[in-house]
Nanobody
């Protein structure tokens, strides 16, 4: 059974940085994993995807240049480095994975295609 555990959420001021971590019990080489977020009262949306098969990344336009997704294979951990945080980045952040699939741009919006999810970690951005 795949297990995902996020950590690193916190409250920061606008312009601040956070690094989220997602420890995974996921060992298949071909899978798509990513970070999603859900602001209060809003739809869940994809933030960044990481293709474990070819190490490519895909970002939502609103975070491109500010967020970086990466993976530590030795520790089986997915990271999301978030810089220059803005109030509209505030949300519950989830990591997710789908096995046997290469990442595509469309998966940023098709979060229901991901069967494996962590419990979420809260990010608050306010002054």
């Amino acid at each position: 059974q795949v297990q995902l555990v996020e950590s690193g959420g916190d409250s920061v001021q606008p312009g601040g940085s956070l690094k989220l971590s997602c420890t995974m019990s996921l060992y298949e080489r071909r899978n798509c994993m990513g970070w999603f977020r859900q602001p209060l009262w809003k739809e869940r949306e994809g933030v960044a995807l990481y293709d474990a098969g070819d190490d490519t990344t895909i970002y939502h336009a609103s975070v491109k240049g500010r967020f970086t997704v990466s993976r530590d294979n030795a520790n089986n951990t997915l990271y999301l480095q978030m810089n220059d945080l803005r109030p509209d980045d505030a949300a519950t952040y989830f990591c997710a994975a789908v096995i046997g699939v290469h990442c595509g741009q469309d998966l940023l919006w098709r979060w229901r295609k991901f069967p494996h999810w962590g419990q979420g970690t809260q990010v608050t951005v306010s002054s």
